[in-house]
T-cell receptor, first 113, second 108 residues
Framework: DAGITQSPRHKVTETGTPVTLRCHQT?????MYWYRQDPGHGLRLIHY???????DKGEVSDGYSVSRSKTEDFLLTLESATSSQTSVYFC????????????FGEGSWLTVV | AQRVTQPEKLLSVFKGAPVELKCNYS??????LFWYVQYSRQRLQLLLR??SRESIKGFTADLNKGETSFHLKKPFAQEEDSAMYYC??????????FGTGTQLKVEL
């Protein structure tokens, strides 16, 4: 398994509170991603990073921000959590270029009440 | 724009029966196609990618550019194949676009 650690793995939070999920990798891969998984939607890209301090939006970025100050860490922040952000969040990593596989972390279960 | 369609939410087969999970894609360039598998509440694991043309756990998938399809097949289903299967496309920007997934249930 690729060296990807997500924390926390499970969290329950209240509507309106900020939440930060952390993804840590030991593979020194250039690309890091945050996806959310919801029934009927599969996995949808929230944000991704192609290098330290280089990030871009995915298809469902509203309400989320990210930061990458070190190669190994990619943080996802919900500025003010809403019930619609209850989901399973997966971090992923990859080297650049064609033919490189994208590897996934174990997921973070977030419930917003 | 890139898009992946998996038309079946649930596919139920008997043990020993053939399996085909459908995947169609839309992409204007030259795509890379993948199949990922997710066992209950676990991480997604890479099952196959079209460029390697390998067989993993008895599964194969052939990229058909004419039909824009990348269907996943296995001749004889096993109980341990029960899982969620996702087809994914990597186009521009080194990003994966996923289909909505197909839950495979293998019954005894």
């Amino acid at each position: 398994d690729a060296g990807i650690t997500q924390s926390p793995r499970h969290k329950v939070t209240e509507t309106g509170t900020p939440v930060t999920l952390r993804c840590h990798q030991t593979e020194n891969h250039r690309y890091m991603y945050w996806y959310r998984q919801d029934p009927g939607h599969g996995l949808r890209l929230i944000h991704y990073s192609y290098g330290v301090k280089d990030t871009d939006k995915g298809e469902v970025s509203d309400g989320y921000s990210v930061s990458r100050s070190k190669t190994e860490d990619f943080l996802l922040t919900l500025e003010s959590a809403t019930s619609s952000q209850t989901s399973v969040y997966f971090c992923a990593i990859s080297e650049a270029g064609s033919g490189n596989t994208i590897y996934f972390g174990e997921g973070s279960w977030l419930t917003v009440v | 724009a890139q898009r992946v369609t998996q038309p079946e939410k649930l596919l139920s087969v008997f043990k020993g029966a053939p399996v085909e999970l459908k995947c169609n894609y839309s992409y204007s360039g030259s795509p890379e196609l993948f199949w990922y598998v997710q066992y209950s509440r676990q991480r997604l694991q890479l099952l196959l990618r079209h460029i390697s043309r390998e067989s993993i756990k008895g599964f194969t998938a052939d990229l058909n550019k004419g039909e824009t399809s990348f269907h996943l097949k296995k001749p004889f289903a096993q109980e341990e194949d029960s899982a969620m299967y996702y087809c994914a496309l990597k186009g521009g920007g080194n990003k994966l676009t996923f289909g909505t997934g197909t839950q495979l249930k293998v019954e005894l």
